[in-house]
């Protein structure tokens, strides 16, 4: 059976200076990242134990709490593709036509998804996501790792407003942040999410 790993990132700690410290992007990736990855594959033995001894007792519990670990696991899985040091900018080809087409421009989307992302109550994320039954984009507001998102949608875009990610460097000035998450936004890689999530059969 299979286990979560943490995964490495495509750059070193000091590539996204532009919108984060060194010192904050290892703290985030080597601590708090992979302590969801080691919470998602103790919770997995703990319900494989719950099974076997079948003692559902305490499982909602731990099926929230694997959801919780899992889904910071991807979130953030997905956070780190999502930067680039050579990010930043807006994207171009049918990214950009469906941002104009479901959102009316760039600029009405970045204002959607900052304030979206600012205004997380307590810890969370602000994501930019394709819903399939609609077929459209849309913005979500995401609490903790895994609250107040659309069962069938699929995360192309996610920014973490956790104040782990934020606040050695910025400290309370969430928007500061968030401005300069732009500054480093993987445009390709978000592109080819949104070609993979709306590919038809």
Do not use: C
Not at 41 to 53: F, G, H, P, S, V
Not at 71 to 77: A, I, M, P, Y
């Amino acid at each position: 059976m299979g286990t979560y790993t943490l995964p490495d990132l495509p750059y070193d700690y000091s590539a996204l200076e532009r919108a984060m410290s060194a010192e904050i992007l290892e703290l985030h990736h080597s601590k708090h990242h992979a302590a969801y990855v080691k919470g998602a594959n103790d919770t997995l033995e703990q319900l494989a134990e719950a099974r076997d001894k079948e003692q559902f007792g305490g499982l909602v519990g731990l099926q929230k709490t694997f959801a919780f670990h899992l889904s910071g696991h991807v979130l953030h899985s997905l956070f780190w593709q999502n930067l680039s040091p050579e990010g930043g900018d807006r994207p171009e080809g049918e990214l950009a036509d469906a941002i104009t087409e479901h959102f009316g421009s760039f600029d009405a989307f970045k204002k959607q998804l900052t304030n979206a992302t600012t205004g997380v109550q307590g810890s969370g994320w602000g994501i930019l996501s394709w819903e399939p039954l609609g077929g459209r984009l849309i913005v979500e507001q995401v609490y903790d790792h895994h609250g107040n998102v659309g069962q069938n949608t699929t995360p192309l875009l996610a920014f973490d407003a956790w104040e782990h990610a934020y606040y050695l460097q910025y400290r309370n000035v969430r928007p500061d942040y968030v401005t300069r998450l732009w500054d480093v936004v993987n445009w390709q890689d978000v592109s080819a999410r949104f070609a993979a999530a709306t590919k038809t059969v």
